[in-house]
């Protein structure tokens, strides 16, 4: 018989692997079902943020899985803590996020006995995970793992939920290596596909690469290839600063979308063909333009748009082998992108204008310039709101990798706030006693969904910086209303106090009501170590102007609907 010293827990075993994978922090709502695991995990040095919702709890492990590359980790129980997880695990599988939910069952004897806390937990998270399963047996708990940590990697990237009888986590079985499994290879490029891609490219007169999530680990080919021949790059999502976002050569999409419709040749890495992107169509792109598509998942091709040369690959394979065969075809051949500085140059100018009139409110332009312009010291921005998050499409600039994120593509206001946390443990993980906050700007709407978690970075210790632009409404529906109706219907907020949940939860509030009051309320915010909330009063009839001018849309429907002639 085994001694103790020679087997392991089912606890212990999940820590070893998790270990392996290099996972130094998990995300969880007390559960005592699962206690054999979290005692086993804190004894191995692992660092559990305790969510104060299970929505929190994976949403932080969406900001965690963002931030690293690596999967994120979500405890919960499963009865109550699957139903609500749903609006997070959705929000995950949208952004193609590896997040690993490991949720403890009641005992196995209640199964269908129809209690309380009996239901269909493999049916109700089936059409949001990859991969989700009932580990029947210890015996079968380090392939039930291994496998779910593999669905959330490879491929098209997203959630796996494992269900786990809670009796499990504490029985014993015998010790036996936990090593992380290798994972496959990515599918390599087609010599004459690569080609055709390069020969498109170098006949083309005005191309374009859009990047999306996909493309974030293609980094370094990706920047030589656009740098090289000075091909205008446009970044969306998790691929926001896989290039510099200069103005120059690198730009968000959100800003720089008006120029898409002049592209002849449009390269799409690792980009979906979402509502965002115009679903790839007229009017946001020209009808004769050529789509080269390269994505991990062959599905993914001609959503939407017939792309007229898919490519399934990794990206970062698939535009190195490009820029090589590019380079043979075109030697160095630079291109000229005065086409989309001057698609862009009213937007710039009207932005422009709009920071240097005298007001004397905050205005939220003024409030997303200047969280701007601190973001050399922050180590990661997070977007949420709606209005607020379209201002800050206008001014901000993100210069490295998994350096921002957002609600896209799901759009689920008040996600933002796990993500901030997941992405501030994930930063104060990599970067042990050096580092720098994260920054959340968030609406007085969409803070409203979560704000309990903020309770969990402050008690880890976090370095968080929580911007609330609070103009006292739900703002987009308010001006929509107002346009539509005349007058709006319960829309109204009024401007409360969120800087005290800071101080509710054991960090520092700041309030400000001016531009100059802002700029004092950051520079004290970013010299913080742990919460802070800067309650940001700003102008309620600034919004108005979203819905009238056209330039100031960074995020654009309307032109969806109708006859709209892109030329």
């Not at 580990?135 to 786990?164: E, F, M, W």
């Not at 040749?265 to 169509?281: I, K, N």
Request: proline share 5%; charged share 20%.
């Amino acid at each position: 018989m085994s001694t103790a010293a020679s087997t392991t827990t089912g606890g212990e075993l999940i820590t070893g692997i998790l270990r392996d994978y290099g996972i130094g922090t998990v995300f969880a709502v007390a559960g005592a079902s699962h206690a054999p695991l979290l005692d086993a995990l804190d004894r191995a040095g692992i660092r559990i943020i305790s969510s104060r919702h299970e929505a929190g709890a994976v949403g932080a492990a969406d900001g965690y899985a963002r931030v690293t590359g690596k999967p994120g980790v979500a405890l919960i129980v499963a009865e109550q803590g699957l139903p609500n997880s749903i609006g997070a695990l959705a929000v995950a599988w949208q952004a193609l996020s590896p997040v690993l939910v490991i949720a403890a069952t009641a005992p196995r004897a209640q199964v269908e006995a129809d209690t309380l806390l009996d239901h269909d937990r493999l049916a109700l998270v089936a059409a949001l995970s990859k991969w989700s399963r009932t580990v029947p047996d210890i015996r079968r708990l380090a392939d039930h793992l291994h496998t779910g940590i593999k669905h959330a990697l490879v491929g098209r990237r997203g959630p796996a939920v494992l269900l786990l009888p809670g009796q499990l986590l504490g029985e014993r079985l015998p010790a036996a290596a936990s090593d992380a499994w290798p994972l496959p290879t990515a599918p390599q490029t087609d010599a004459a596909t690569i080609a055709a891609a390069a020969t498109a490219l170098a006949a083309a007169r005005r191309p374009l690469i859009i990047a999306g999530n996909g493309a974030v680990a293609a980094g370094e080919p990706l920047r030589r290839f656009a740098t090289d021949h000075r091909i205008p790059v446009m970044m969306n999502g998790l691929g926001r600063g896989v290039v510099r976002e200069d103005d120059e050569l690198g730009f968000p999409w959100p800003y720089a979308q008006p120029a898409a419709r002049h592209a002849d040749v449009v390269l799409v890495l690792g980009a979906r063909l979402t509502q965002r992107l115009g679903l790839g169509l007229p009017p946001r792109f020209a009808p004769d333009a050529r789509f080269i598509q390269v994505d991990i998942v062959p599905e993914a091709m001609h959503r939407n748009r017939r792309s007229d040369i898919p490519i399934h690959a990794d990206c970062a394979t698939a535009i190195a082998d490009i820029a090589r065969q590019f380079r043979q075809i075109a030697g160095q051949r630079v291109f000229a992108n005065d086409w989309l500085h001057a698609a862009i140059e009213q937007r710039k100018a009207k932005i422009a204008a709009l920071l240097e009139a005298p007001t004397g409110t905050l205005q939220p332009l003024q409030l997303a310039a200047a969280v701007n312009e601190r973001m050399g010291s922050a180590a990661c921005c997070v977007a949420d709101g709606a209005d607020i998050a379209t201002w800050l499409y206008g001014c901000l600039r993100i210069d490295r990798p998994r350096a921002f994120m957002d609600h896209y593509p799901m759009g689920a206001m008040g996600c933002g706030t796990a993500l901030a946390v997941g992405a501030a443990a994930a930063v104060a993980e990599r970067d042990a006693g050096n580092a720098k906050p994260v920054v959340l700007v968030t609406g007085d709407g969409a803070i409203g969904f979560h704000p309990a978690e903020l309770h969990a970075a402050a008690r880890a210790g976090l370095r968080l910086i929580v911007v609330v632009g609070n103009d006292g409404a739900w703002g987009t529906e308010l001006h929509a209303q107002r346009a539509s109706l005349g007058r709006d219907i319960n829309t109204q907020l009024g401007q409360l106090r969120y800087e005290l949940l800071a101080e509710l939860f054991g960090g520092r509030g700041l309030l400000a009501s001016t531009a100059a009051e802002l700029e004092q309320a950051l520079s004290k915010a970013f010299e913080e170590k742990g919460v802070v909330v800067v309650n940001a009063l700003i102008d309620q009839q600034a919004g108005a102007l979203l819905k009238q001018d056209p330039d100031l849309q960074m995020i654009q429907f309307s032109d969806l609907i109708g006859d709209s002639d892109p030329d």
